[in-house]
C-alpha cells in the first residue's frame, strides 16, 4: 500500500473552473505538504501543514487554498485555475520526528492541465 | 534560511563513480542533509541522509566535511537506470519543518 495517495492522478479543465486536488495518508503522519513542480523548475512548496488545525504558506501560495480536514487527508484547492497553473503537482507526509530529518514520502503526484 | 545550491546537470557513463556536490552555507546545527532521487513523473524517492562525516547505505554515500556547509552524494558505478534528477535537502528551520527543494541535478547516464 502506498503511504500517501493523490486523486485525481490527471485533470483536465477550463480557465475559471475551481478545482480540488485530494490527498490521503494512511501512516498517521502529521505533517503533510503540497508541492508544485514545473520543468527544469525543481518543486516549489505551496503550503503545508503540521496537524489539522495549522496551515502555514510556502513559497508559492498566491492562488492556491488548502484544507486539513482531518489528520490523514489534506487537499489543495484551485478556486478559480489559470492557464499558468498547469503543473505537476505533489503531495508529501512525514511524522513529527521525521520532519526534522527530511525524509518525506510522496504521493504519486497529479498532473493538472488548464487550458 | 539554509538554501542549497547544486550543479544543475551532470553526464557519466555506464559504470563510472558520480559525486554530486551541494553547498548549504547556513545550515543550523541541528539539521540534517538528506538527498532524493526523482525519475519523470514519479514523486521523489528519499535515497540517504546525514549529519556528519561519512554515511553509507546500500544504494549510495553521502559524504559531510566537518563545517557541513556542503556535502556530496556519491553514486558508484552508475548504470542507466540512474538517470533522474537528484535533489539536496536541508530543512528550513528544525523546529518548523520547511522542506524546501531547489531545482535539483539532473544526471544523465551514457552507454
Known amino acids: 500500500d502506498a503511504d500517501v495517495t493523490q486523486t485525481p492522478r490527471n485533470r483536465i479543465t477550463k480557465t475559471g473552473k475551481r478545482i480540488m486536488l485530494e490527498c490521503s495518508q494512511t501512516?498517521?503522519?502529521?505533517?503533510m505538504y503540497w508541492y508544485r513542480q514545473d520543468p527544469g523548475l525543481g518543486l516549489r512548496l505551496i503550503y503545508y501543514s503540521f496537524d489539522v488545525k495549522d496551515i502555514n504558506k510556502g513559497e508559492i501560495s498566491d492562488g492556491y487554498s488548502v484544507s486539513r480536514q482531518a489528520q490523514a487527508k489534506f487537499s489543495l484547492s484551485l478556486e478559480s485555475a489559470i492557464p499558468n497553473q498547469t503543473a505537476l503537482y505533489f503531495c508529501?507526509?512525514?511524522?513529527?520526528?521525521?520532519?526534522?530529518?527530511?525524509?518525506?514520502?510522496f504521493g504519486e503526484g497529479s498532473r493538472l492541465t488548464v487550458l | 534560511l539554509a538554501k542549497t545550491t547544486q550543479p544543475i546537470s551532470m553526464d557519466s557513463y555506464e559504470g563510472q563513480e558520480v559525486n554530486i556536490t551541494c553547498s548549504h552555507n547556513n545550515i543550523a546545527t541541528n539539521d540534517y542533509i538528506t538527498w532524493y532521487q526523482q525519475f519523470p513523473s514519479q514523486g521523489p524517492r528519499f535515497i540517504i541522509q546525514?549529519?556528519?562525516t561519512k554515511v553509507t547505505n546500500e544504494v549510495a554515500s553521502l559524504f559531510i566535511p566537518a563545517d557541513r556547509k556542503s556535502s556530496t552524494l556519491s553514486l558508484p558505478r552508475v548504470s542507466l537506470s540512474d538517470t533522474a534528477v537528484y535533489y539536496c535537502?536541508?530543512?528550513?528551520?528544525?523546529?518548523?519543518?520547511?522542506?524546501?527543494f531547489g531545482r535539483g541535478t539532473q544526471l544523465t547516464v551514457w552507454p
Open positions: 546525514g549529519y556528519k
Open positions: 501512516k498517521g503522519h502529521d505533517r
Open positions: 535537502l536541508v530543512p528550513q528551520g528544525s523546529t518548523l519543518g520547511r522542506l524546501y
Open positions: 508529501a507526509a512525514t511524522g513529527k520526528g521525521e520532519a526534522n530529518t527530511g525524509e518525506l514520502f
